[in-house]
């Protein structure tokens, strides 16, 4: 319509300034060509009548309304969960799409905690078993008595039979 109000002819300029001011009736209601031309004016319907342009663009302003109209309607009114919905729904589509990518990565998360458990279940079997075998070989040793054992009590005799060999000797 921009192009419209910048025509010369001074009529066109009021009649189009006048359609503009037409009103678009009630919520669902959109009224014909007829019907918006007969609340204006008489000049506006006489210069209507003659001018194909001005005709013209009262049948593209009933068409834009009928066009326009579904969007009218009032919208519903979003519910108070709804922002979590939403919010639920995308973390639902991330967690999907990194199921999807990371999936064999899930899976070891999801046994980690079970290969701790089995880890520190044979770590402590492990451990009192060899405590177990530590206190059997402690309980043999002093069955046995110190003659077995690898260190003797008692110091060894020094070995005479090493012969010393001064500088001015030579055997």
């Given at each position: ?143 046995l008595?110190?003659?077995e ?22 055997p």
């Amino acid at each position: 319509m921009s192009n419209e109000l910048e025509m010369k002819n001074g009529e066109c300029r009021r009649f189009l300034e006048e359609l503009e001011g037409v009103s678009a009736g009630g919520a669902g209601e959109v009224k014909p060509q007829t019907v918006l031309v007969a609340q204006m004016s008489n000049e506006a319907r006489g210069h209507a009548a003659v001018c194909a342009e001005c005709s013209g663009a009262v049948e593209d302003l009933a068409e834009s309304r009928r066009a326009l109209l579904p969007m009218s309607t009032p919208v519903a009114e979003a519910g108070p969960w709804f922002a979590a919905r939403v919010m639920a729904a995308i973390r639902g589509k991330e967690n999907e799409q990194e199921e999807r990518s990371n999936g064999v990565w899930l899976g070891v998360r999801r046994l980690a905690p079970r290969l701790v458990a089995l880890c520190t279940v044979v770590l402590l079997v492990g451990t009192t078993w060899a405590v177990q075998l530590r206190r059997e070989d402690l309980t043999r040793r002093a069955t046995l008595g110190s003659a077995e054992s690898v260190f003797e009590s008692v110091p060894a005799p020094l070995n005479d039979d090493v012969l010393v060999v001064g500088q001015g000797e030579r055997p």
